[in-house]
């Protein structure tokens, strides 16, 4: 079945965009709520190098990193590149390109995708904890009714609608790499973010212990 592939691009596009501005709006509540002199610039490139994970990852799992898989996913590091954070990462010392994944053998990218979320776990503790922090106070005092999780869910739904659109974006979309993108976003995200919403979740201008 053929897809429209600018349709592809747009509709990820809308959903990137539809994530920057969550983000956008929930450092600035952190701010205001906390005082703290935050960067939204860092959490925006934190969210590009763990979407990217997820993309890399569904891009990999049909064995196969194609050009327009290449070409999709480098329209998502505007803010933060994944392989320039992993080039730049002493303790990897993986100087890759996104051309260079392409190249590699089948059993290598396997091993580069299983180590991906060792590799950005700690990336994505920093972003998650001023998120949290706003998706639990913003529960319990903002002007809307919300639930503890809510705006998570918005930002993995996003993630979602992307990495679904990229396992089509070469015409051959196999469940194997929605499934990929699903297990991942959890693995990467969904298990900090729900933990500090769990018993230890943070309040209004608190700290992690």
């Known amino acids: 079945m053929e897809y429209d592939r600018q349709d592809i691009l747009d509709k990820a596009a809308q959903a990137y965009d539809h994530a920057e501005e969550t983000i956008r709006a929930m450092d600035k509540v952190f701010q205001n709520v ?6 939204a610039e ?15 990852s569904v891009a990999c799992a049909d064995g196969v990193f194609d050009p327009v898989e290449q070409d999709f996913i ?24 996104w051309d260079l994944i392409a190249s590699l053998p089948e059993d290598v990218s396997s091993a580069l995708i299983q180590v991906l979320p ?19 106070s913003y529960s319990q005092f903002g002007g809307v009714i919300t639930t503890p999780g ?4 918005s930002i993995e739904a996003d993630m979602i609608q992307i990495a679904g659109l990229l396992a089509f974006v ?6 194997d790499e929605i499934s990929a993108a699903v297990s991942m976003i ?24």
């Open 34 to 39: 906390t005082g703290s002199d935050y960067d």
């Open 118 to 136: 060792q590799v950005l776990d700690d990336q994505c503790e920093s972003f998650i904890y001023p998120l949290a922090a706003v998706d639990f």
């Open 74 to 97: 480098r329209q998502f590091a505007m803010h933060g590149d994944l392989l320039e954070y992993i080039k730049n990462d002493a303790e990897f010392e993986m100087d890759l390109t």
């Open 150 to 153: 809510d705006f998570l869910k």
């Open 170 to 175: 070469d015409s051959d979309g196999t469940e």
């Open 42 to 56: 860092l959490t925006l490139a934190q969210f590009d190098m763990i979407l990217q994970g997820v993309l890399l």
């Open 186 to 209: 959890y693995e990467l995200e969904g298990k900090h973010w729900r933990d500090l919403l769990s018993g230890r979740a943070l309040g209004a201008g608190e700290e992690k212990t």
